[in-house]
């Protein structure tokens, strides 16, 4: 009986490593799919955050353009500006020497 009783222990033991051969491939099953879950998840995120990063970088090129248009507006007008001083400048003179004509002909004229 004692020799039985070994083979029964021994198929008793068959038996847990079975369940625990089939427990560790259950195991290995779920965190397989958990970690391509994950990995799926991870991926979706990933690439959201990328179409986020071409928007972002779409806006940026956007506002640097916004940005040289203002310097060259800016530069335009300062051109303009300094052509304006010149014929303000210029309209001075004339003024003065048609103020200087007309008291010479008024004081020709007394």
């Not at 625990?20 to 994950?38: K, M, P, W």
């Not at 303009?80 to 103020?99: F, H, N, P, S, T």
């Amino acid at each position: 009986m004692a020799g039985e009783q070994d083979n029964t222990g021994d198929l008793t033991n068959k038996g847990l490593s079975k369940l625990f051969s089939i427990e560790i491939l259950g195991l290995i099953i779920v965190s397989a799919f958990t970690i391509g879950t994950l990995y799926s998840q991870l991926s979706i995120a990933q690439a959201e955050q990328d179409h986020r990063m071409d928007g972002l970088e779409q806006e940026q090129r956007n506002i640097k353009r916004a940005v040289d248009s203002i310097s060259t507006d800016t530069a335009v007008l300062r051109n303009e500006q300094a052509y304006i001083k010149e014929q303000v400048k210029e309209q001075r003179e004339d003024i003065k020497r048609i103020l200087q004509l007309i008291e010479r002909n008024t004081g020709a004229a007394r």
